[in-house]
């Protein structure tokens, strides 16, 4: 069985990882730190124990590599445009695609590309960053919430597929949680998504600060609020308190930058589409105007812009 | 007749030194610059020609002022509080008190100190700042609206006061338009001052900036249009064509940064309360909920407290 990882930055390169360190056959497909991991190997700092991986199976073209059992995407979201070239090319025919990525629809557009494939939506409680080529530091946590994508999200319960991905995920030691629901699950993980993406971006702060002022910590709030609001127009049965749930584990959290802040601050576009206007808009195809959340989605597209 | 000038920055000390050139009887309330103007006096770098007044009559305490027949409020809102002391103290009996302060409830706010006075508000439109002590830089404009405060904002129409005091600073070459109804106008200068006072400081920009990035104008639109409709929720007759005047004023205008990123860029405290969360709470109270607005100022309180 062959997995192919597509991006090897703080998810791909730190899952990827682990999972050629439990004996799997994987094969990575990178870009700008291609030689890098050729020459060097996959060095991974974690709280957990660091390791090296010396030689990986690495690619810069996506045409060199094997047919893969299973293709784990792990690209920003804002290069999935490259998807339809590469998956096609570097899957076989009954394939699982899983995606670890942040946002909305992710699974629909790739049930697009490949439409007879599996195709799984992975969640990511992750703090982990790329701290250079071929170097992935993991500060803390690691598990993966999996639920299967069926045609216009609607629930897909608990399937083979999503067993099977679980089991092999599991064996490297990849903490994992399974979703009856993958549409609600995206919207859950969005509450605290557009809550602290955003606003760690804007106001230049740490999850930390903000949930230590009291004006920051009330913004983030009705930011939730609203998008528990849009859930639920989106059809799924999110309360309020789930608002108070994600507040109180953040609270409990180590002092975190979110993939946005992080992206942003190393000069790579934000994943505002995903994260923000996606939902933002199926909320108002329901008749929800996300009018808090569009204020931030404006503002960074303005940052995405004009950063210094 | 005797006017007394409380505060001489940006505002008070560009209109005073106006006064005082043209021959009237001025009388400065300062703090910080107290030494330095009574030393030096007032320096105006202006577009209409830079002038000195080598001696302007200033004054440390506010007990050591001469009652006035005229007082022109030129503090930064955030010190408001002080008025209760000063005002009793510094005003003749039937003074004239004029507001030349942003935001709401300003008026009301000094009825309460000094219920036998006429009240006028006024709106300053102008680009200028504080370049050092009694040092004031006029880049353009220069104009005041100036409207009679009646009890509770209903419209007081055109006062024998609101005549006086506009024959005053006419004399002294400062353009006067005077408006029937204070509390439209005010709500009138919230729709511009509300879309992009705190915008500027949130995203680091300039006007110009914010209104060439499609993102930032279509935020900026969104939040005047909100800042029109509570105008109408409380009972001021404001259309949303207001807002294209005013977008369409601002790209008339010079590149400009509005007095909130000024104040915030050099470290004073911003004047979010009665720029934002007044408007938003008088909304509150006639039913609308200024979801928008609330987001900048929110990210205000927060930027007010921790700054770089």
Known sequence: MKIGVIGAGAVGGYY????????????????????HVRDNG????????????????????????PECDIIIVALKTTQNKLLSSILPKTMKKN???IALQNGLNIEKDLSEIVPSAAIIGGLCFLCSNKAGPGHIRHLDYGSIRLGQYHENYQAAGITRELQRISDVFTRASIPIHLAENLGKARWEKLVWNMGFNGPTVILNATTDLIMKNKSSRAMITEIMLEVTHGARVCGHD???????????????????LPSMKLDHDAGRPMEVDSIYWRPIQEAANNGFDMQKSKIIACQLDFLNRFSE
Chains 1, 2 share one sequence.
Do not use: P, W
């Open 238 to 256: 999110l309360d309020d308190q789930f608002v108070e749930i994600m507040l109180n584990a953040t609270s409990q959290m180590i002092d975190y």
């Open 42 to 65: 996959l060095l991974i700092e974690s709280k957990n124990g660091d390791f090296i991986l010396e030689s990986v199976n690495v690619y810069s073209h996506f045409e060199d590599m």
């Open 16 to 35: 990827g990882a682990l999972l050629v360190k439990c004996g799997f056959d994987v094969h990575f497909l990178l870009r700008s730190d291609f030689e």
């Open 95 to 97: 394939a699982i695609v």
